[in-house]
């Protein structure tokens, strides 16, 4: 578990992540380069280049607003 931002900070806008996605394909496509060799090159965990994919063939790469939708300790109408 990386505590540093290294080169890409924590949050990053969707357009970001859409930009650096594209990076790491143009890198897998051209240079033969694995998504690990990319997002280490990037400054970032593979496994966060993986997610980040995944949520962008489902077109959902701008982040969840955090919590629940509805508070469990609110009241019943």
Request: avoid cysteine; proline fraction near 6%.
């Amino acid at each position: 578990m990386r505590l540093n931002a290294g080169l890409v900070p924590p949050r990053v806008d969707a357009s970001v992540k859409a930009g650096l996605l594209k990076l790491v394909a143009y890198a897998r496509r051209v240079g033969g380069w694995s998504t690990r060799r990319s997002a280490a090159t990037l400054g970032l965990d593979h496994v966060r280049v993986l997610r980040w994919q995944a949520r962008a063939v489902v077109g959902r790469l701008d982040d969840a607003r955090p919590g629940p939708e509805i508070a469990l300790h609110a009241l019943l109408p």
